[in-house]
């Protein structure tokens, strides 16, 4: 059963992330767990070598969705349910406080996630030497010009630190490890807010381009 219908465990039971640090997914599960305060073992799970269409990992998420959050017998899967749960545990919570910026809260979390296929090819191709997908270079950037304009007046997307600026967060980060900043630096709304979240202590979290060419998974 999905951890998101599960009553709270308690903090003894522990919580572990079964993920790759090349996948945004995953990545967006560090971040909200590091802005939480929650303590996450991990695990591999090496998607490069296909480890989630593997029958073992198809057993546990049968479409291979990942990454894999457990606590004790609680189980989120994928980036969605993962968030969710995380945001149940450890401190305070960052749905936004006004009900009307839920629904752009979520707008721009999907608009993250529109762009996270051209993102991690970018990624990918920086990390492991692969080709990046003849399109991705210009999906990136109608994302990025659509971003840049929705945080004209603005510190953060809705106010205060929330769902959506995690999604871009490690949209953000993987920009920047594919050597890409200047996707950022040329937009001054984006770079103005990039400069604020990577101050965060949830920022030094993330993996560097040596942990994702040498698939190593940090505990958070």
Not at 43 to 57: N, P, S
Not at 76 to 90: H, K, M, S
Not at 206 to 220: F, G, R, T, V, Y
Request: proline fraction near 3%.
């Amino acid at each position: 059963m999905f951890g998101l219908f599960k009553k709270k465990k308690k903090a003894e039971a522990g919580m572990k992330l079964r993920g790759f640090p090349g996948d945004l997914s995953t990545v967006k599960c560090l971040v909200m767990a590091a802005e939480k305060e929650v303590k996450l073992e991990t695990e591999l799970l090496d998607t490069q070598a296909g480890e989630q269409d593997q029958a073992d990992y198809r057993g546990l998420s049968p479409f291979g969705k990942h990454p894999y959050l457990q606590e004790g017998d609680a189980v989120a899967i994928g980036a969605e349910a993962g968030l969710a749960y995380l945001d149940t545990r450890g401190k305070g919570f960052l749905n936004p406080k006004k009900a009307q910026h839920f629904g752009h809260q979520n707008y721009w979390a999907q608009v993250a996630e529109t762009i996270s296929t051209p993102v991690e090819s970018l990624l990918h191709a920086a990390a492991f030497g692969s080709t990046a997908d003849a399109d991705a270079t210009d999906l990136v950037e109608v994302g990025l010009n659509a971003f840049d304009a929705a945080l004209t007046g603005k510190k953060l997307i809705v106010g205060e630190y929330s769902y959506a600026d995690v999604h871009w967060t490690a949209v953000a980060h993987f920009l920047v490890l594919a050597g890409k900043q200047d996707m950022i630096d040329s937009r001054a709304n984006t770079k103005a807010w990039y400069d604020k979240v990577k101050q965060r202590p949830s920022y030094a979290s993330l993996p560097s381009l040596e942990d994702i060419k040498q698939k190593q998974l940090n505990a958070a």
